[in-house]
């Protein structure tokens, strides 16, 4: 079944995505214990309402492009979520960011203390990949539903996502240039995004040249976002008053820092030309990042 991203209908895009949304939401609602202990609260709290649901909507519309159906793109579209908000939890503890708030409310170490929120991030993390064992596919899939889940735990874990939240809280500020910069973000930013643009790819069963298109696209995205996170927190849109680590816009200056966000976007946008209105949904979701002031930090 072909799904959404034939047209390029700005409104039909939006209107997909939100569709997209919406299921997500329910989903992620239905998956997360309803009742129990502090801790299960705490879950909850940590997901939900609020989200853009970013990486998300990443899966669902990267293996739309590729002609997967949304309900076996579902289950790994909420691991996603699920990986994501654990992250947030645990970069808020006082150990990592020491983030009192978080999207316009208090952290949820502040709202549950620190070991219920400690326990709720693993809980979440170890949930995701309960989803993703028990998503249930077609014969056919089964060999797309192990690499998905192997990669996805690939960017999430030391050589991904948490060696880059390794390598952002261990920096030196006088050690501060580009490069270590880039592979932070590449890292503690960019990497769950790629994951998310892969598992879609690899669900959708894309071929080899489609797959190098979608990580040059993940690739770009990953950056672009960091950067914009960078820009929101220079434009008071962080949620806390705490001292700012290094960033880009040391390096470059806000408005460097939204040129580099126009290129790295653009070049993200140029990478999936070749699927042409196949791509809407992935080109409609890179350009969301172009007004940082519109959006939350981390969404």
């Known amino acids: 079944m072909r799904e959404a991203g034939r047209s390029s209908d700005p409104m039909r895009v939006e209107t997909s995505l939100s569709l997209k949304k919406a299921a997500i939401d329910r989903e992620l609602g239905r998956l997360l214990p309803r009742r129990g202990s502090v801790v299960a609260r705490a879950m909850r709290y940590a997901v939900l309402p609020d989200g853009k649901r970013f990486r998300p909507l990443l899966v669902m519309a990267s293996g739309a492009c590729f002609g997967a159906g949304q309900g076996v793109l579902l289950p790994f579209a909420c691991a996603l979520e699920l990986i994501h908000c654990y992250s947030l939890v645990h970069d808020d503890l006082p150990a990592m960011d020491n983030d009192d708030f978080r999207?316009?409310?208090?952290?949820?170490?502040?709202?549950?203390?620190?070991?219920?929120?400690?326990?709720?991030g693993d809980g979440l993390l170890t949930l995701a990949f309960e989803v993703m064992a028990a998503a249930r596919v077609p014969a056919a899939l089964l060999a797309a539903k192990a690499e998905a889940i192997e990669t996805v735990s690939r960017r999430a874990g030391v050589h991904g996502m948490i060696g880059g939240q390794w390598l952002d809280i261990s920096l030196v500020p006088e050690k501060l240039t580009r490069r270590a910069l880039d592979v932070i973000s590449s890292k503690k930013t960019g990497s769950l995004i790629q994951g998310a643009a892969e598992a879609g790819a690899i669900i959708g069963r894309a071929g080899a040249a489609g797959r190098r298109a979608m990580a040059d696209y993940a690739r770009n995205l990953g950056l672009a976002f960091q950067v914009r996170d960078d820009i929101l927190d220079a434009g008071?849109?962080?949620?806390?008053?705490?001292?700012?680590?290094?960033?880009?816009?040391?390096?470059?200056?806000?408005?460097?820092?939204?040129?580099?966000?126009?290129?790295?976007?653009?070049?993200?946008?140029?990478s999936i030309d070749r699927f042409k209105k196949r791509g809407a949904e992935l080109r409609h979701l890179a350009l969301s990042l172009l007004n940082p002031g519109a959006g939350a930090k981390n969404a």
């Open 236 to 270: 008071g849109g962080a949620d806390s008053g705490r001292p700012r680590r290094p960033d880009q816009t040391a390096l470059c200056g806000v408005a460097g820092s939204r040129a580099r966000l126009a290129r790295l976007v653009g070049e993200a946008a140029k």
């Open 103 to 120: 999207r316009g409310r208090p952290s949820c170490h502040k709202a549950f203390g620190e070991g219920a929120a400690l326990l709720a």
